[in-house]
Antibody
Framework: EVQLLESGGGVVQPGESLTLSCAAYGFDFSNYAMSWVRQAPGKGLEWVSVVSGSGSATHYADSVQGRFTISRDNSKNTLYLQMHSLRVEDTAVFYC???????????????????WGQGTLVTVSS | QSALTQPASVSGSPGHSITISCTGSSSDIGGYDYVSWYQHHPGKAPKLLIYEVSNRPSGVSSRFSGSKSHNTASLTISGLQAEDEAHYYCTSFTRGTTNLIFGGGTKLTV
């Protein structure tokens, strides 16, 4: 059974940093691109970032470009999101998501995310 | 890129059917057969219901079906049940590096 378990959320002040983790179980982690998707309070889902299965290719939403860094450790089956210069508007539940189709060198999120974690809450407040 | 357009809310009675629309453009929905639909109960993990316009993953009820016409995709839920009450999101392939765009979400009340 596929499981994705996020951790690392918490309360931080504007300008501070935080790193999220997503531990993956039940599938060949290195063969799937992974994404972070967030949901701000009262808002819809927003795609944040993606990393290819190999970790060699990454991409970010404009709203986080230059502040967030996505990475993965395939030896530990873990996905990360380093978040710097956090803003109040970054307050959200962050979900990690697994793509439905194998993709080692790129990503194909448009083919669907077939597994999601339960999410971890990040609150940025002074 | 603007989000795909979904109605903010829809409602239906148990046993009845509802359809949620998702409107984009020729650069996304209209140009490609890569529409997905997700169900999201608050506090839980989102769930993939439909991929590539009309395909259901294994384990998803046949009460959920997807279709597309021109720049609008639709999710139909038949035989509404109380547990269907949730938020529903569409996504589509879109030209550009990100190649994924979300809809704004629709709250279904049963």
């Amino acid at each position: 059974e596929v499981q994705l378990l996020e951790s690392g959320g918490g309360v931080v002040q504007p300008g501070e940093s935080l790193t999220l983790s997503c531990a993956a179980y039940g599938f060949d982690f290195s063969n799937y691109a992974m994404s972070w998707v967030r949901q701000a309070p009262g808002k819809g889902l927003e795609w944040v970032s993606v990393v290819s299965g190999s970790g060699s290719a990454t991409h970010y939403a404009d709203s986080v470009q230059g502040r967030f860094t996505i990475s993965r450790d395939n030896s530990k089956n873990t996905l990360y999101l380093q978040m710097h210069s956090l803003r109040v508007e970054d307050t959200a539940v962050f979900y990690c998501a697994k793509e439905r189709v194998l993709d080692y060198d790129s990503w194909s999120a448009y083919l669907g995310y077939d597994s999601w974690g339960q999410g971890t809450l990040v609150t940025v407040s002074s | 890129q603007s989000a795909l357009t979904q109605p903010a809310s829809v409602s239906g009675s148990p046993g009845h059917s509802i359809t949620i629309s998702c409107t984009g453009s020729s650069s996304d929905i209209g140009g490609y057969d890569y529409v997905s639909w997700y169900q999201h109960h608050p506090g839980k993990a989102p769930k993939l219901l439909i991929y590539e316009v009309s395909n259901r993953p294994s384990g998803v009820s046949s009460r959920f079906s997807g279709s597309k016409s021109h720049n609008t995709a639709s999710l139909t839920i038949s035989g509404l049940q109380a547990e269907d009450e949730a938020h529903y999101y569409c996504t589509s392939f879109t030209r550009g590096t990100t190649n994924l765009i979300f809809g704004g979400g629709t709250k279904l009340t049963v």
